[in-house]
């Protein structure tokens, strides 16, 4: 066993893997156990840090204790030249006695005391059947939506019927009062024609008074239809607009 794995173990002890597509934070999680009967401070260096977050990134281990570290991978564009860049080390010093500056801790530090250990960065693509699987369950969503929304809808054509019922009694009501509005409009017709015809009778000693009375009546007559016409406009107009609201 050399002396690295006597200060510390790192799990897992080669790779860091993190699996695509990047287009979100994905993270992984490095645990760090000590061993040995002595306190180890650690410190977590990557050669790529604007890409990562690392949560701690140093630290202290207590004897026969662990720590997780979370590496964190931010969303980027992932390109295959340059996954070799991207590397981490983990630097262990056995802590001295009492220590008061973790700074000074380090910056003390023999390069004898130092122990490293580096892992790889590996980067895992989804695979062409992942995809299909995303694509088809990305897909099967709707569907289902779709056949709630079907479901709940199911009231939906009693109230069609219902409608095109009422729709069936105005259209009918509709054509009773236009064909009443005709009669009276064939009426008042007949009923200026008989005033016309009763205007070129040869006048006689009593012909103001027959006159008189006659467009009396015709004026009665004629006002009479019109005054249907514009009622039997204001229903229609009431039932129509009953059936578009």
């Not at 509005?181 to 009923?191: C, P, Y």
Request: proline fraction near 7%.
């Amino acid at each position: 066993m050399s002396k690295l794995e006597q200060i510390l173990i790192l799990e897992p002890p080669v790779d860091l893997k993190f699996k695509g597509p990047f287009t979100d934070v994905v993270t992984t999680n490095l645990k760090l156990k000590n061993p040995s009967d002595r306190k180890v401070c650690f410190k977590v260096k990557t050669t790529a840090p604007r890409r990562y977050c690392v949560r701690p990134n140093s630290g202290m281990i207590e004897p026969g204790s662990f720590i997780i570290v979370s590496v964190m991978l931010q969303p980027f564009d992932y390109d295959p030249n340059e996954k070799s860049k991207h590397k981490f080390m983990v630097q262990t010093i056995f802590a001295p006695s009492h220590v008061t500056d973790m700074e000074a801790v380090w910056k003390d530090a023999k390069p004898d005391d130092l122990m490293d250990s580096k892992l790889r960065c590996i980067f895992e693509l989804p695979s062409e059947n992942d995809k299909v699987n995303d694509i088809e369950s990305s897909k099967a969503t709707p569907v289902l939506n779709a056949s709630k929304q079907d479901g709940s809808s199911l009231p939906k054509p009693t109230s069609m019927s219902l409608d095109d019922t009422e729709m069936r009694k105005l259209m009918e009501e509709c054509k009773r009062l236009q064909s009443d509005v005709m009669k009276l409009s064939d009426e008042n017709r007949q009923l200026k024609d008989d005033g016309l015809r009763m205007r070129k009778v040869p006048r006689s000693d009593n012909m103001p008074t027959n006159t008189g009375g006659l467009m009396g009546r015709d004026n009665s007559s004629s006002s009479l239809p019109s005054l249907l016409v514009v009622l039997a406009a204001i229903f229609i107009g009431f039932f129509l607009g009953k059936f578009i609201l």
